[in-house]
């Protein structure tokens, strides 16, 4: 079955940065494009980034455009988050979630991972 | 603020029927029929109710169905069952540097 597991959450400073992992199995990870998605303590989702499935295009929220970084690596069946430059407002539980083909939907969204900034 | 609006609480008893709305712009909701709808149970992950605007993916009840007019979607649950009690969320593409926007949130509580 599709699973989706985030890790590399954890508490970091402010200005500091921290890299997300997602990690798939139960698909052909190659063939999906991939998103984060984040969610505030308490408040609703917020799209962050999508990757499509041959790292060949990359958009980003405004929000997080020039900070952070999604990437993946098909071999390891992996998706990434690099976050630098780490806010307040950066603080939530990061999901990854599938998209399939060209379609605008999230089908699958793995547990998520809680990211807090805080000095 | 979210891109998206959508009320706050909805409320309906075992067995009645409530909608959703969900009030974009043109931009999104009303310029592309790619508007889905999530179900989030408290700490869980989010999971796909509808898509497309009124498609069901495979397991999901019947129950639930989606439409739209407009710039506003409608997510209509029939027969309320006490599971049914969650956080909802329309999403849509968006023409806009944000590729995807999603409303604030539902909460639907079942009496």
């Known amino acids: 079955q599709v699973q989706l597991v985030e890790s590399g959450g954890g508490v970091v400073q402010p200005g500091r940065s921290l890299r997300l992992s997602c990690a798939a199995s139960?698909?052909?990870?190659?063939?999906?494009?991939m998103h984060w998605v984040r969610q505030a303590p308490g408040k609703g989702l917020e799209w962050v980034a999508v990757?499509?499935?041959?790292?060949?295009?990359?958009y980003y929220a405004d929000s997080v455009k020039g900070r952070f970084t999604i990437s993946r690596d098909n071999s390891k069946k992996t998706l990434f988050l690099q976050m630098n430059s780490l806010r307040a407002e950066d603080t939530a539980v990061y999901f990854c979630?599938?998209?399939?083909?060209?379609?605008?939907?999230?089908?699958?969204w793995g547990q998520g991972t809680l990211v807090t900034v805080s000095s | 603020q979210s891109a998206l609006t959508q009320p706050a609480s909805v409320s309906g008893s075992p067995g009645q029927s409530i909608t959703i709305s969900c009030t974009g712009t043109?931009?999104?909701?009303?310029?592309?029929?790619?508007v889905s709808w999530y179900q989030q149970h408290p700490h869980k992950a989010p999971k796909l109710m509808i898509y497309?605007?009124?498609n069901r993916p495979s397991g999901v009840s019947n129950r639930f169905s989606g439409s739209k007019s407009g710039n506003t979607a409608s997510l209509t649950i029939s027969g309320l069952q006490a599971e049914d009690e969650a956080d909802y969320y329309c999403?849509?593409?968006?023409?806009?540097?944000?590729?995807?926007?999603f409303g604030g949130g539902t909460k639907l509580t079942v009496l």
């Open positions: 043109s931009s999104d909701v009303g310029g592309y029929n790619y």
């Open positions: 139960g698909f052909t990870f190659s063939i999906f494009g």
């Open positions: 999403s849509s593409y968006t023409r806009s540097s944000t590729l995807w926007v």
């Open positions: 990757i499509w499935y041959d790292s060949s295009n990359k």
């Open positions: 979630a599938r998209q399939v083909g060209e379609t605008f939907y999230f089908d699958y």
């Open positions: 497309d605007v009124s």
